[in-house]
């Protein structure tokens, strides 16, 4: 049974930063696309960035060159480095994968639907 486990949260004041991790286990082969997103109170869940096994990279533009999404392999595991953060950047995040190990990382905007296993979130507060 696949599993994904967020840790890294916290509540920073703005610029500052906060690295996400997420643990992935229970599958065979590890997962081609993983993902980070994000959902706000009151607001959609929304698609922050994917990382396909080729290196492939996917930002939503609002992170864009503040955010850094990367993997471990070896360690079955996903990052988000985020820099500069700021109140808007107030969420809970989550990772995210699709449930077939081998599909590729979609084409931007991230659609929750292409994602089929999720961990269960970490808080990130961002004051000001």
């Known amino acids: 049974q696949v599993q994904l486990v967020e840790s890294g949260g916290g509540s920073v004041q703005a610029g500052g930063s906060l690295r996400l991790s997420c643990a992935a286990s229970?599958?065979?082969?590890?997962?081609?696309?993983m993902a980070w997103f994000r959902q706000a109170p009151g607001k959609e869940r929304e698609g922050v960035a994917a990382?396909?096994?080729?290196?492939?990279?996917t930002y939503v533009d609002s992170v864009k060159g503040r955010f850094t999404i990367s993997t471990d392999n070896a360690k079955n595991t996903l990052y988000l480095q985020m820099n500069n953060l700021n109140p808007e950047d107030t969420a809970i995040y989550y990772c995210?994968?699709?449930?077939?190990?081998?599909?590729?990382?979609?084409?931007?905007?991230?659609?929750?639907?292409?994602?089929?296993?999720w961990g269960q979130g970490t808080q990130v507060t961002v004051s000001s």
């Open positions: 995210a994968r699709p449930e077939t190990w081998y599909y590729a990382c979609p084409p931007a905007p991230l659609r929750v639907g292409y994602f089929g296993y």
């Open positions: 990382i396909d096994r080729d290196g492939t990279t």
């Open positions: 229970g599958d065979t082969y590890s997962s081609r696309c």
